[in-house]
Antibody, heavy 120, light 113 residues
Framework: EVQLLESGGGLVQPGGSLRLSCAAS????????MSWVRQAPGMGLEWVSS????????YYADSVKGRFTISRDNSRNTLSLQMNSLRAEDTAIYYC?????????????WGQGTLVTVSS | DIVMTQSPDSLAVSLGERATINCKSS????????????LAWYQQKPGQPPKLLIY???TRESGVPDRFSGSGSGTDFTLTISSLQAEDVAVYYC?????????FGQGTKLEIK
């Protein structure tokens, strides 16, 4: 059974940093692209970033490019999202997600999400 | 960026009746080399993460009831629930994964009439 467990969310001041982690199990982690998708309170879904199975290719939404960095450790089955220069509009639930195959594929499994609140 | 527009924003359907949700992309998401439409549908119930229903526009994910079906090609797509059940109350999203950013529609809220 695929399991994705996010951690690292919390309250941070504007301009601050936070690192999200996602522990994956139940599948061959290095075979699949992984993604982060966020959802602001009461709003829709927004794709944030994806990384290829090897970690060699990364993709970002314009809204986070240059501030967020996605990475993965295939030896530890862990996905991470380093978030710097956080803004109020980054407040959201952040979902760790497994892609169906490569980066250009749908998401077939989602974690429960971790809440990031950016506020002074 | 490819803009995904769903209609309607909300929908109320009687139990046992058909529900239809539309999704239109601002450019084609049909990849000609493999004839696949890079379009997925997700269901999100309150307090839960989304769940994959349909991918490649019309392929039902394993375990999804066959009352859910997807159709369309190019820029126009439809999610149909043939006979609405109480457990289908949710928000439904389409998403294109043709190119980055992998954009979602704004969501359609489905309720019981």
């Amino acid at each position: 059974e695929v399991q994705l467990l996010e951690s690292g969310g919390g309250l941070v001041q504007p301009g601050g940093s936070l690192r999200l982690s996602c522990a994956a199990s139940g599948f061959t982690f290095s075979t699949y692209a992984m993604s982060w998708v966020r959802q602001a309170p009461g709003m829709g879904l927004e794709w944030v970033s994806s990384v290829s199975g090897s970690g060699g290719s990364t993709y970002y939404a314009d809204s986070v490019k240059g501030r967020f960095t996605i990475s993965r450790d295939n030896s530890r089955n862990t996905l991470s999202l380093q978030m710097n220069s956080l803004r109020a509009e980054d407040t959201a639930i952040y979902y760790c997600a497994k892609n169906w195959a490569g980066s250009s594929s749908c998401i077939d499994h989602w974690g429960q999400g971790t809440l990031v609140t950016v506020s002074s | 960026d490819i803009v995904m527009t769903q209609s309607p924003d909300s929908l109320a359907v009687s139990l046992g009746e058909r529900a239809t949700i539309n999704c239109k992309s601002s450019q084609s998401v049909l990849y000609s080399s493999n004839n696949n439409n890079y379009l997925a549908w997700y269901q999100q119930k309150p307090g839960q993460p989304p769940k994959l229903l349909i991918y490649w526009a019309s392929t039902r994910e394993s375990g999804v009831p066959d009352r859910f079906s997807g159709s369309g090609s190019g820029t126009d797509f439809t999610l149909t629930i043939s006979s609405l059940q109480a457990e289908d109350v949710a928000v439904y999203y389409c998403q294109q994964y043709y190119n980055t950013p992998y954009t979602f529609g704004q969501g359609t809220k489905l309720e019981i009439k």
